[in-house]
């Protein structure tokens, strides 16, 4: 650990045409990016002519296209052999022991159909009906024991046996399929009055408030009628928000959970909550599974406890996972994984990246503009991105996850998604870009996050190939969530980067959910239509200005979401994202690495392999239940 991560970072030899020199400033109170070695490089001439550099740009694309598809197989192979090793556990399996695990704040609220911000806790103390490993493309029943789906719109799930709440929910009573059905109820109160950050695109196609119904003929037996044909309704369930709760926990909460935090009927149950961090135990009315399925036990989990620190510093929590004092590190990219390659209490899991960043524009600041949105695109450079946030280990990215078949190619993606600062700044000034945002632009920077050198760099990248300076607003966890999804026409932001990987097992969730208006599209990104849930709570001039172009994001996606053929619906969702491309509202997809890589602690065994093991969702450690620790 000598040498630390911008040391490695500054001594990367990149052209300088594909990176942003480092001499112009983010924008008031940003810190610059470096230039980035120039070294030898002795091509870079500005004078050259537009032929040589229209060559030069073409094999550079070549290149990049090559080298996105031996990273893509590098990744494939190394994620094949990363799961035969993580799930090829050694005879001498051992039970019990503390799980130490870390995160940067407190939970902002302990309702799982309201909040999204941390899902260790739902994960450990909730039931499902289910989670879907993307790795095996296959969904695993963890109350259900089994389900069918006679036609598109009805499934049936059969519960398996045991099924108790914890002794401080509803008494520790058995959980029967009304308590499902009272559950998966919930979703459209709390979005309409607790403010749930859940996207409507998990539960719509469940929800009461559309036309869905539940049906429950016995205690064992739970039936959902959509509201419409969904394809991706079975992945969807394995969403944590999709957690079985005690009906008489919410009553007493007064309608809701936030306060809450016995309420389940999953392996473990709160110990404690302090300032300083959670504590889980194992509940002693779970029965464990009828036999071993997927990555759940036939007994109890094999880890008696977790211990959930809260610290606030980065490197505070990394010098804890160094020293062995934590379990799990997460996501880190190539020179962070360089950098603990010779600890001894780390290990690092390799696999396919199913990530997906996206810059989020604010739709009622945009929609009106669309050669303003064409001129953001074109100034940012979408390989320099590459070359300096992602250490040239990198693929551009699409508004399908790269890990789905359905997601447009590389050499596609580079035709559809250009970087041509002349025709940026043309564009700007023919759209009168200066009077219509005549103090530049405003995004915010997370103070919790590890790293914001991709929020720095797309900033410095618009200032210097389009001319308009970018103010970074500093927020901690909590502003950070209020800020985003500040209300239509109030957000003080006019960009936003994010990531979305906490669905990753559908298309239609894993990047979609920021592009479309029953998605994030509305609460994050502003693009509302008077057909929307919360359009009531607008005055229609608001909802005016994102209509059109909301209607048509959300026309295209509901019809690939009620396409069960798989062929049909390829064709659609590619037709989808080439939309997107080209009209630029609301969202840009942003390049993301082409190799996911994970760090978890020396003595954890069977882990879930790369990209599951950090979802929730697609049976992540969190709901790992023959995870275990060694010694």
């Keep these: 650990m000598a040498e630390g991560y911008w040391g490695k970072y500054w001594r990367r030899r990149v052209s300088r045409r594909r990176v942003l020199a480092g001499s112009a400033a983010v924008g008031a109170g940003a810190a610059a990016l470096v230039a980035v070695g120039c070294g030898d490089d002795d091509d870079d001439d500005d004078s050259a002519a537009p032929a040589a550099t229209a060559a030069a740009t073409q094999a550079a694309a070549a290149e990049a296209t090559e080298a996105a598809e031996e990273a893509a197989a590098e990744a494939t192979e190394a994620a094949e052999e990363a799961a035969a090793e993580a799930t090829e556990a050694p005879s001498a399996v051992q039970r019990g022991g503390t799980f130490h695990h ?70 520790g009573r058995e959980v029967t399929s009304e308590d499902f059905a009272f559950s998966f109820s919930r979703f459209p109160t709390s979005l309409s009055e607790h403010g749930s950050e859940v996207n409507q695109i998990q539960w719509g196609w469940m929800g009461v408030d559309r036309g869905a119904s539940f049906e429950t003929p016995d205690a064992k037996t739970f039936t959902i009628n959509l509201a419409f044909p969904w394809a991706s309704a079975v ?120 990530d997906h960043a996206i810059m989020e524009l604010d739709g009622f600041k945009w929609a009106q503009h669309p050669l303003l949105r064409e001129a953001v695109s074109l100034s940012i450079d979408w390989d320099g991105y590459i070359d300096v946030v992602l250490d040239g280990e990198g693929i551009r990215g699409a508004p399908v996850g790269p890990a789905f078949p359905q997601v447009l190619s590389q050499e596609e993606i580079r035709d559809l998604q250009q970087f041509d600062p002349a025709r940026a700044r043309q564009l700007w000034e023919q759209g009168g870009g200066d009077e219509v945002f005549p103090d530049g632009f405003v995004t915010v920077i997370a103070t919790f996050g590890a790293s914001t050198r991709h929020i720095e760099f797309i900033a410095q990248s618009i200032e210097e190939n389009l001319g308009v300076p970018t103010r970074l607003e500093p927020a901690d966890l909590a502003n950070y969530v209020a800020l985003a999804v500040a209300p239509a026409g109030q957000k003080i ?63 295209r996606y509901d019809l690939q979401g009620a396409t069960p053929d798989p062929e049909a619906r390829t064709e659609i969702l590619q037709e989808l994202q080439r939309y997107i491309f080209t009209n630029f509202c609301c969202v840009l997809p942003l390049p993301v690495g082409s190799t996911k890589r994970f760090a978890i602690g020396s003595r954890v065994r069977n882990a879930p392999p790369v990209p599951d093991i950090e979802n929730a969702a697609s049976m992540g450690y969190h709901r790992t239940q023959n995870l275990w620790l060694e010694g």
């Design 493 to 555: 932001w006019h960009y936003f980067i994010a990531g979305e990987n906490s669905l990753p097992t559908i298309p239609d969730y894993n990047a979609l959910t920021h592009y479309v208006p029953n998605g994030y599209g509305a609460i994050f990104g502003g693009v509302y239509t008077h057909e929307h849930v919360l359009s009531a709570n607008y005055p229609p001039e608001i909802i005016d200005v994102t209509h059109e172009i909301g209607t048509e994001l959300q026309s």
């Design 102 to 171: 870390h995160k940067a704040s407190q939970n902002t609220t302990l309702d799982p159909s309201v909040t999204v911000t941390d899902d260790t806790w739902a994960s450990l103390t909730y039931s499902h009906l289910l989670g879907f490993s993307l790795n095996e493309n296959s969904a695993w029943g963890d109350s259900a024991e089994s389900w069918e789906q006679p036609d598109a719109q009805t499934l049936v799930f059969s519960l398996q046996d045991g099924l108790r709440f914890n002794p401080d929910a509803a008494g």
């Design 235 to 354: 992945p969807s369930l394995g969403s944590t928000a999709m957690a079985v709760v005690a009906p008489e926990a919410v009553e007493a909460g007064g309608g809701h959970l936030k306060d809450t935090p016995n309420a389940g009927a999953g392996a473990y149950m709160f110990e404690d909550i302090s300032e300083s961090g959670n504590t889980y135990v194992r509940n002693p009315n779970y029965a464990g599974h009828s036999s071993d399925r997927g990555r759940f036990t036939a007994d109890t989990p094999l880890i008696d406890r977790w211990e959930d620190a809260i610290i606030v510093d980065a490197s505070a929590r990394e010098a804890r996972f160094i020293a062995g004092d934590s379990d799990i590190f997460g996501a880190i990219d190539k020179i962070q994984a360089d950098l603990f390659a010779n600890e001894s209490n780390v290990q690092i899991l390799e696999g396919v990246n199913n």
